[in-house]
Every structure is written in structure tokens, then in C-alpha cells.
């Protein structure tokens, strides 16, 4: 039986099973309401539920205390009223689920493999800048990876994960060969970035979060784009940073490009700049010679809460100009 939920002051409604989350059911809708993680830690999907029951898997301190539930973890137990701020309705099954082959593996780092998986024949991948992929698990479980290819490199899917100790699909990533196969449902993540060309742009990353920025920036060079960009990318070793090229390309193909490592462990001097420290440091000991008006950071939820104070108290971005997604991992959340 699927529960009607009906969006307050509007003639929309759409069905959720008992089963699915809120948030799952709209965006198969074709309703887009703000979401990031889809985790039940960003809080960009919390919304006022006037009427009917739900079951909350997870709450949010912030939301919850204002009255407001995460469609992301709420299912149905009965119709409902809800009220988002912000919804609009887009086009049904934006999503797609395709087994996808496993291509080339490399080992970038010892703890990241790149894993490049190819569609089937006559499938394209559609997808922006920044948005992620789900692998989904044979037991329905699921697990969230950005796309790191640019999207015109539409025949092909790469993403970078890092082994996580005790991770089931981590772990499992180091042993993939070519030939084995995966299920993918893809584009998720509402990538909001201005194409401004005046307006100077932060990007922060740690680690794997190097993921959608390798994606924005690769576009954004295919573009010819000659807007101010600095990137700040951090990680414990300089093994951390796995994919070192990539920025003397970007060094050649983006004119106004600058990068700083934020290393925290002490280097020998390289050939670019390195920060001894965590990004957030970076940020602050660079801070007067950064004036972003944007800030794009992806990483673990700890540096992105220290990267967006920051950003926001001491470069003065507003709010509506950061933009993050969490690596947020939690296995309970992920089903
Ligand atoms: C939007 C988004 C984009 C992401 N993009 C990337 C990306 O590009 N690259 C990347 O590397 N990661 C990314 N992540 C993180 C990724 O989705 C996974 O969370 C991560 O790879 C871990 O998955 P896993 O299956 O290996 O680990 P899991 O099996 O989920 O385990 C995670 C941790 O929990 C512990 N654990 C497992 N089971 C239990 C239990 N029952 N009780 C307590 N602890 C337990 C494990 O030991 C491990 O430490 C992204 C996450 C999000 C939300």
C-alpha cells in the first residue's frame, strides 16, 4: 500500500510506499526539494510535516529543534502533509540504474582506488559537475560516490575510493578487476555553482572530496573558463594528494588557477605550494589574500564545519554561497 503525501498549498501530491524514504519517493516524482547527503547529517531536506506519522530513522539536532523532520530519513506511516520551503517539479525518474562494468582499477594512493566503469552499450551518463553516484549493494544497502570524470566524458563513470577500515564496499573496491560488474543508480546531489566568470571560487577538499572537484574543474577548463579558482587540497602525506597531474593540467588549461597543498605531515619543498597543516589553517593563514565569493568543499562533515566557519566569519562568504557535500558515512543510514 503506498501513503499519499500531499505538498501544503499546492494541487501535488505523490505516493511512498512504507518502505522508501520521503525523499526518495519525491525525487522519483519528479519533485525537487534541497537535499545533499541523503545521510541525515547536511539537514538541506528537513521539512515541516504538518499532518500524518512518520518513522524517523534519524534527527537532526538544528532541524528537529526548529520542528522540522529530514525527508531522507522519514518514512511513511500514514498520508501526510508536508510544507518545504523550497520544492519545484521537475521531470519523473531523473535517475537511472544500470549495471555498469568495471573497467580499469588503479591504485592512485595506497588507501584510494580509481575505479573507471564503463556503461553499456548506447547508454550515455548524464550528469553536472559535483553530483554523485550510488552503488548499490546485492542486499539493497547503498553507498554514495562523486563522479570525478567531467561530464562530457559521458561514456564512462570514475570514481576515487578510499579503504576505509572495516568499510564493506571500500574494501571490497580494491579487489575489483576488470570485467566485474556493478549496479549504479545515478545523478544525485543538486550542484548549485555560478558560472560567473568574475567571481572567485574556493574550492577545499580532503582526500577522496578531491572527487567532484576534479569533475567541476576538468569542466571548467573543457569550458575555457578564466575565472579566479584556488584550490586548497588536503591530506595527512603528500601519497594523500594521488593525483598530482591533474593540476599542472589545470595549471596550463585554466589561466587563473592556484593550488596549495595542505599537508599536515612535514614535506621536502615542492614544486607547488605547500601549506604544513590542515585545509581549514590553510584558509586562515591565507586569508588575506583570498576574496572567494563562492566556496565549493567536499570532504569528511568535521572539515567541512571547520572549512565553512571559516569561510563564513572570516572571509565573510554568505551562507548561500557554500556549498559542500559530506562524505557523511554511516552504514545504519544507508539503506
Ligand atoms: C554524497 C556523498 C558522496 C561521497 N563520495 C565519496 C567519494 O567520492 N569517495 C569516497 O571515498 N567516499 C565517498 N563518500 C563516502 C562513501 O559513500 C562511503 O560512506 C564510504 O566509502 C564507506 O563505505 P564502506 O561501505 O566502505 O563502509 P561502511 O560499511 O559503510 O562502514 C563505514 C564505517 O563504519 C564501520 N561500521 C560498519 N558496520 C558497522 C556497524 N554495524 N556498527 C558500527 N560501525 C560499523 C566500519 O568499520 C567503517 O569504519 C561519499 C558519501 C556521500 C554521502
Known amino acids: 500500500m503506498s501513503y499519499q503525501v500531499h505538498i501544503a498549498g499546492s494541487d501535488v501530491s505523490f505516493g511512498c510506499d512504507p518502505g522508501v524514504f520521503i525523499l526518495d519517493a519525491a525525487l522519483k516524482a519528479g519533485i525537487q526539494i534541497p537535499y545533499a547527503c541523503r545521510k541525515g547529517a547536511c539537514g538541506n531536506c528537513a521539512v515541516r510535516i504538518e499532518s500524518g506519522q512518520v518513522q524517523r530513522f534519524v534527527t537532526h539536532p538544528e532541524t528537529s529543534a526548529a520542528g522540522d523532520d529530514l525527508l531522507c530519513q522519514c518514512r511513511p506511516q500514514s498520508d501526510l502533509i508536508i510544507r518545504p520551503a523550497d520544492w519545484r517539479q521537475g521531470q519523473p525518474n531523473e535517475t537511472k540504474r544500470l549495471q555498469v562494468k568495471v573497467y580499469r582499477n588503479t591504485a592512485v594512493a595506497p588507501d584510494v582506488s580509481m575505479l573507471h566503469l564503463r556503461l553499456p552499450a548506447g547508454q550515455r551518463a548524464k550528469f553536472k559537475a559535483g553530483q554523485y553516484l550510488d552503488v548499490l549493494l546485492p542486499d539493497g544497502h547503498r553507498r554514495s560516490y562523486s563522479m570525478a570524470n567531467p561530464p562530457h566524458e559521458s561514456d564512462v563513470l570514475q570514481i576515487h575510493v578510499r579503504h576505509v577500515e572495516g568499510g564493506r564496499f571500500s574494501q571490497m573496491a580494491s579487489g575489483l578487476t576488470a570485467g566485474d560488474m556493478l549496479e549504479v543508480e545515478f545523478p544525485f546531489g543538486q550542484v548549485t555553482i555560478s558560472n560567473d566568470p568574475n567571481d572567485p571560487l574556493l574550492c577545499v577538499c580532503g582526500g577522496t572530496g578531491f572527487a567532484p572537484i ?47 597543498a595542505a599537508i599536515e605531515m612535514a614535506v621536502e619543498p615542492q614544486d607547488f605550494e605547500v601549506f604544513q597543516g590542515r585545509v581549514d589553517q590553510a584558509i586562515t593563514s591565507k586569508a588575506s589574500s583570498l576574496a572567494p565569493k ?21 572571509l565573510q562568504v554568505e551562507a548561500s554561497q557554500f556549498h559542500a557535500d559530506e562524505f557523511v558515512m554511516n552504514p545504519l543510514q544507508c539503506k
Do not use: H
Request: net charge positive; glycine share 4%; with cysteine.
Open 214 to 260: 576534479k569533475s567541476l574543474l576538468d569542466d571548467m577548463a573543457k569550458q575555457k573558463s578564466a575565472r579566479p579558482v584556488t584550490l586548497i587540497w588536503g591530506s595527512r602525506d603528500l601519497a594523500g594528494l594521488y593525483l598530482l597531474p591533474q593540476i599542472d593540467k589545470w595549471k596550463k588549461s585554466l589561466p587563473n588557477f592556484q593550488f596549495v
Open 294 to 314: 563562492e566556496v565549493y568543499c567536499c570532504g569528511s562533515s568535521a572539515m567541512v564545519t571547520a572549512v565553512k566557519k571559516i569561510c563564513l566569519d572570516t
